[in-house]
């Protein structure tokens, strides 16, 4: 048998769509979910060796080459900009980048330059770039929802998926981003070298995606 591909999936919820994915390909997963602190996994009817990572080092494992494939959303694709192939949309992972501040906050009145915080600021950057807007970008790293409730921040760029975060903490969405989901990403010299695997695994996925 060839050398497995090896894929890197986002730990958490994307590994979990990403499992129910293979099985409904037919796969047996069963070291996946017996996996207890175990980082690689084996997925022996499609000779997959399964890596569990974060989401920004799936992209950096897939840009080095030593992960063929990986599972990753785009919010992160977005933030790092790799060089690599993404393939396919796989529709799970679903939320949306949105800019929002506390309820009812003039965001665009006057002229001096705001504060915005986020734990993407390469995405910000580029969204406020695009308004020819000058504005701070403060780095957080989780719950950023917390930057405008202490003042930090006139307004953040995250995640919103149900709302609720926001919604619970007196802040409400001023303009939406961009739209979110999962992506199956492919190393530009896996795709050249295993082309034939890697394009056969693509199609399935595809094809049960598609319906
Ligand atoms: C994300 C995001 C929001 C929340 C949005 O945070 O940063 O806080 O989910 O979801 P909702 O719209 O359904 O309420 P996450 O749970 O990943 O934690 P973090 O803030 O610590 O990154």
Redesign the pocket.
Known sequence: MNKPLRIALTKGRLEKDTVKLMESLGYDCTELHEKGRRLILYVPDANLEVVLAKAADVITYVEHGVCDMGVVGKDTLMEMNGKLFEMVDLGFGRCRFALATKKDYPFYDGFGVKTIAS?YPNVTRNFFEGKNMDVDIVKIE????LAPLLELADGIV?????????KENGLEVVEDIAQISARLIVNTVSLKMRQQEIESFVQKVEEKING
Do not use: C, F, N, P
């Open positions: 734990k989780g719950s950023v929802e995250d995640i919103v998926e149900t709302g609720t975060t926001l």
